[in-house]
């Protein structure tokens, strides 16, 4: 029992990895994109506004544009139309006297103007000598229905700093106050190395014992979605010797080398002693379930992590500590997955032993509550337990029973769309 208890606790080993891999990771340097181009990139140089957004005073109804001062006296008096202005097409002139201009969503309020009426509030009257004028319905005030100069972005001011991502938002919005490019980092290129000989490709038929292997396909599909860049991925069988020429040749292509499998106390396990003998072990082992062997440390000038073998044990222990390592080396700030009370549909039965991340699905009733599903069995060989699971329920280790409608604390694994 106290073997399965060793390990090191999860914030711990995050904090010493985080530590261990400072950001950005100086070898990779910076280049310039087009913004369109540099999506789910990194700033390197901070954005600034090169002019104030808007420029003009714009126009948020459709309407007629007049000065307020007008209609102080009079509420409703009956004022000329003068103009019109257009987005895109201003009325040039500036309102030097009692009239209305009429104006559209997105154009330019002329000068002398300081309020904008919804036509909606407006009654128009076409005069005798062929030309219009119309009365105001409401009471106006200055500054109304007008968005000011600077409202997005004032001239020379921050958009967005060093360390940010970007994402639609920050890149639309860069581009609206008039930028064209963003210097970001490069990406880490990382590696993904699968070991063990039990592991056939997709499709391929199987022998006496052997698998097809998931965590390739697993790992590789959520990198492309986290947007990192897989370099190299290749397949192993437990053999030391190959295994160290594997090892040795992906670092050299890579920044990050990640593999899977082969790193518990087995007979076909070899990656944690190759791990002390080529490079440095940082540490071995977290006090986690799923996910207890995680060997990671340095190989040969490149961050290294060996995940467990497991599926989901390789999932969990990739999602709590190299992803953060991951960001943090492309020069973002880490971000902790959101965390959450639910509380749970089911009642919950586990052994105690050590603290347990739980699979789940977010539900919500109609009263906005939050409430966990824990998707089955949660065997760390069985994927179905990852199957649509948003919610990784922390439980400590001493947690054995819970009743239906517990509170309990939850990591929302979702990442933001805009
Ligand atoms: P290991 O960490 O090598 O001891 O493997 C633990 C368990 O995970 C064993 O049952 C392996 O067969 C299984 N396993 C290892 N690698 C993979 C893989 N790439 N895909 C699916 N299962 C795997
Ligand atoms: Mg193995």
Known sequence: MAEQTSGLPLAEALARLLQRFPGPLQSLGVERLPLPRALERVLAEPLLAPAAVPGFRAAVMDGYALRSADLAQHPRRQLPLLGCSTAGTPWPQPLERPGVVRIMTGAAVPEGADAVVPQELVTCRSLSDGSAAVVI??????????????????????????????????????????????????????????????????????????????????????????????????????????????????????????????V???????????????????????????????????????????????????????????????????GREPRAWPRLRVRLREPLQRRAGRPELLRAQLESDGAGNAWARVCGAQGSARLGSLLGADLLLELNADTTSLPAGAAVMAQLLRQSLL
């Open 264 to 330: 518990s106390v087995g007979e076909g396990d070899h990656v944690r002693p190759l791990l002390e003998r080529l490079g440095r072990l940082e540490f071995w082992r977290v006090l986690l379930k799923p996910g207890r062997p995680f060997a990671c440390g340095e190989l040969a000038g490149v961050a290294f992590f060996g995940l467990p073998g497991n599926p989901v044990s390789a999932t969990v222990t990739f999602l709590q500590l190299v992803w953060p390592v991951l960001q943090q080396l492309e």
């Open 137 to 262: 319905e409401a009471a106006v005030r200055a500054g109304q229905w007008i968005r000011p100069i600077g409202e997005e972005a004032t001239a020379g001011a921050l958009l967005q700093k060093v360390g940010s991502l970007l994402g639609p938002v920050e890149i639309a919005r860069a581009i609206g106050c008039g930028l064209r490019e963003a210097v970001v980092q490069r990406r880490p290129r990382v590696a993904l190395l699968i070991s063990g000989s039990e592991l056939r490709p997709a499709g391929e038929p199987l022998g006496p014992g052997q698998i097809h292997d998931s965590n390739g396909p697993l790992l590789a599909a959520l990198l492309q979605r986290l947007g990192v860049a897989l370099v190299e991925r290749r397949w192993v069988d437990d053999d030391p010797t190959r295994l160290e020429q594997a090892l040795l040749a992906m670092a050299r292509r890579c920044d990050v080398l990640i593999s899977t499998g082969g």
